[in-house]
């Protein structure tokens, strides 16, 4: 679980309507999640898109496009809320199976860019201003292969890690679809659409899971169920260019999402004392400063050492052993989740996108072999995804796929 600057969150949204805990909500009926979405090129500021003036009131948050060059869902600051969903296409022919992912990709981007916008059709979506949507699509590498799609040559499912103890009815998908919101009622409604039109176009679905963020104050890092913070260590503009997005050409404004549902020992970590915790996580639990730092932001120095010549950050601790450092300062940009299915079900819905999934594969085996966290984790759901590029007004989602 890396869990090494800050995921930025939305806070156009009144802090009542964020999403605490998790509740089952039904739209009408039973709803899956499904998400697809594009990069706003409305003007950023500090975080938070800026809204229409209004004369005499607060300016109203705007809609956020869903037509871009990059999807919204990784460009856009993160959500309190989150839902994901995995979909299968039947096993039949490269040219049935392609002519299938075009009319389900077609389908979920007009879903989905109708929702996110100013005035979404279903009643459901409208009186409560704009939805703020955003959301991703992506491509298994399965589906990939079997259909001769035009993805990263890097693309790949995960090897095995010792530890593992992944579910395959929550693993893995031909697409792999995120939507995230300031609330669960713009989920629920928008999933429930999302996976009509897929399924009508001929998508089944594989799994869905649902997932949240604590109440912060704009900027600031969000814990994770362990009261870590979580994601703290994310890479500026310069180094996602670099690590993150793809390189020059087809895939420029592509990257790779890996998803990794980490069911977590809350009550076994949280007996631990105060002093050990910070010790198996590299950082101090009350504000997240590195150990021998000053500041949370603070680059961890995982060479520093006591007087007595031990490691001022053990050499087990979870920063350290997922740290850039050891991978020529390669970073992943995480935004991940928190989900509660039950007592005995709940833990972190680890994502994190990258521009080649071996970085992960480096990062997970030095952790499987040595994080004293290890103990109070365990993996039990894993997927890998090419993130694609978004599309503009008059083009077509996923149209890299097949030159």
Same mark, same amino acid.
């Given at each position: ?43 950023? =500021? ?85 939805? =703020? ?142 002093? =050990? ?47 850039? =450092? ?78």
């Amino acid at each position: 679980m890396p869990t090494e600057q800050g995921n930025a969150q939305d806070s156009s949204r009144p802090a009542a309507t964020r999403f605490g805990r998790r509740r089952a909500l039904l739209a009408g009926g039973a709803v899956l999640a499904a998400g697809v979405g594009a990069v706003a090129d409305e003007p950023v =500021r500090d975080g938070r898109a800026t809204g229409r003036a209004t004369t005499g009131a607060p300016a109203a948050p705007a809609a956020i496009p869903f037509h871009g060059a990059r999807q919204a869902g990784v460009t856009l600051p993160q959500q309190p809320a989150t839902h994901l969903l995995s979909f299968d296409l039947p096993q039949n022919s490269a040219a049935t199976g392609r002519k299938t992912l075009r009319g389900v990709l077609g389908v979920l981007a007009r879903t989905l860019a109708t929702a996110a916008s100013d005035s979404p059709p279903d009643p459901r979506l409208q009186g409560g201003g704009a939805t =703020r949507l955003t959301s991703l699509v992506g491509i298994g590498p399965s589906l990939a292969t079997r259909l001769g799609l035009n993805v990263p040559d890097s693309l790949g499912e995960l090897p095995p890690f010792p530890g593992d103890r992944l579910e395959p009815h929550r693993s893995k998908g031909d697409i792999l679809v995120q939507l995230c919101a300031a609330d669960r009622w713009t989920l629920a409604v928008v999933a429930e659409l999302a996976d009509r039109a897929a399924r009508d176009a001929g998508a089944v679905p594989r799994w869905t899971q649902t997932g949240f963020l604590p109440h912060t104050t704009p900027g600031t890092t969000p814990r994770n169920l362990f009261g870590s913070k979580d994601g703290i260590a994310n890479p500026g503009h310069e180094a996602a260019e670099r690590w993150v997005w793809g390189p020059p050409g087809a895939h420029r404004n592509g990257t790779v999402l890996v998803y990794r549902r980490i069911r977590m020992d809350v009550t076994g970590f949280a007996a631990l004392p105060e002093g =050990r915790r910070d010790r198996v996580i590299g950082r101090r639990d009350r504000d997240g400063v590195p150990l021998g730092g000053t500041a949370e932001h603070d680059e961890p120095d995982i060479y520093a050492k006591n007087p007595d010549g031990s490691y001022v950050i053990p050499a087990t601790a979870h920063v350290r052993l997922a740290s850039p =450092r050891f991978d020529g300062g390669a970073r992943m940009l995480r935004r991940s989740y928190s989900y509660d299915d039950g007592p005995a079900d709940r833990g972190l819905l680890f994502c994190a996108f990258m521009r080649e999934p071996a970085q992960f594969t480096r990062v997970q085996n030095r952790l499987a072999a040595l994080d004293a966290l290890a103990p109070f984790l365990q993996h039990r759901a894993s997927a890998v995804a090419y993130i694609l590029p978004g599309s503009p007004p008059d083009g077509t989602l996923g149209e890299q796929l097949w030159t």
